[in-house]
Each structure stands twice: as C-alpha cells, then as structure tokens.
C-alpha cells in the first residue's frame, strides 16, 4: 500500500516516440500525478521517447531485442534491468514486444498497458482500420492490467470517442491518442492512490470486484 504523500515508483517502457509516456512525465511533474518515475527503458536505442526523458532529466537505459537469440533471453535481460530500479509498477506506453508468460508472472499485478481499443473489442494491431471496416459508432482506448493473455487482462479505466462518417485511420486514430494522453495518468493515479489492484486475477476497486472498466469521462466528473 502506497502511504499518504508517497509518490508511486514506476519504470516506463516504450519502442517509439513516447507520447503517452510525455503525458505521464507532465501530470508527474505537475504534482497533479504522484509518481516517480524512475527509469525510461526502451527495446529500440533510436526511439524518440527516450530524449523526451532525458529533457526531463529521468534515467534512461536500452536493452536492444536485436542483441538477443529470443524472446526468453531479452525478456530476462529486461527484467534484470528494471529490477535495478525497484519500481513498484511497470508502465508499457507504446511498448512493441509481446512478452513471455515468464516476465508477465514475474511483475502480476505491476504491470499495465495501453490499448487503442474498447477492449475486449480490437484486440492485437490495426485497431483503427478494423474498427472502421466495422462500422462501429464508438472507439476509444483502455489501460489494463497485462496477463500472459494478449490484450486480455483485467481493464482498470476506458475513454470512448465517437467515430464520424467521414473518418479515416489517421484521424480517428488522432482523436484516440488524444484521449489517451488523459486516460493513462489517471489510471496510474488510481493505483498511486491504493484504490485499484489485482487480485486473483480480478481488479478490485476499492477492495470490491470491478464487475466492468470505469469510463474516464465519469471519473473526471466526479472529481470536479
């Protein structure tokens, strides 16, 4: 349990341009968002990201999947370096690796993600693509917990948009990322509060089952 004042400790992985992870740094550095964000990590040693946190003056480190014969060796060497930084919860924000059951058991509980999708709906890549070819009305992004389950583990907090007649990938997929920006730092809050967990493979939410996800929409209502 985090004490009253105490910021959370987190390490944040990313592959690219790290814009979520910029919304993060931002409500951190706010004070809106008490974490602390103790490492930037990146598979990819070119990825945007990782100058956005040296700008803000966060560690950074690389552990390049090339430099590794598979899955289970870069995921180790990953793990080893995280560990280094004692974080208690990892933050994957545009993380492109599928990880082993392996790493995902060794952080249950720790680790959340980002999806540009209402899960369950759209799980996997091209989500925008596969959500117009529908035809659906509403869009949106969840943060979940991650289980060795692709996309499939438990959703703390969703952001719905609407999708217009005349939308296209990139422009629905502009006004997903918009929300996003708001969605992650106020999951990771709800976390840095003690108010969500998971336990037995089930969110709670003040240590009551989260029967379905919260919307970001009534939280932020209701915080005004």
């Known amino acids: 349990m985090i004490k009253h004042n105490e910021k959370l400790p987190i390490v944040v ?11 993060i740094i931002d409500q951190a550095a706010s004070g809106e968002l008490p974490v602390d964000i103790r490492a930037v990590i990146s598979n990819r040693p070119d990825a945007a990201g990782l100058e956005r946190a040296r700008a ?7 552990v390049d999947h090339r430099d590794y014969p598979g899955r289970e060796t870069f995921d180790a060497a990953l793990a080893r370096c995280i560990d280094r930084y004692r974080p208690r919860v990892v933050v994957l924000a545009g993380f492109m690796r599928i990880l082993t059951p392996g790493f995902v058991r060794h952080y249950r509980g720790r680790l959340l993600n980002i999806h540009p999708s209402l899960l369950p709906a759209y799980r996997g890549l091209n989500t925008h693509q596969r959500a ?93």
């Open 56 to 62: 803000a003056g966060i560690e950074t480190a690389v």
């Open 13 to 23: 992985l990313i592959s690219g341009r790290g814009s979520n992870l910029q919304s």
């Open 132 to 224: 117009l070819a529908d035809g659906a009305r509403r869009h949106g992004a969840s943060v979940h917990f991650v289980t060795e389950e692709l996309d499939g583990g438990p959703v703390i907090l969703q952001a719905k948009v609407p999708v217009h007649p005349d939308d296209t990938p990139e422009t629905l997929a502009a006004r997903v990322l918009a929300e996003e920006h708001r969605l992650y730092p106020a999951a990771l809050r709800l976390l840095a509060e003690g108010r969500i967990r998971l336990d037995n493979g089930q969110a709670l939410l003040d240590d009551r089952p989260l029967e379905t996800p919260l919307q970001l929409d009534r939280l932020t209502a209701g915080a005004d």
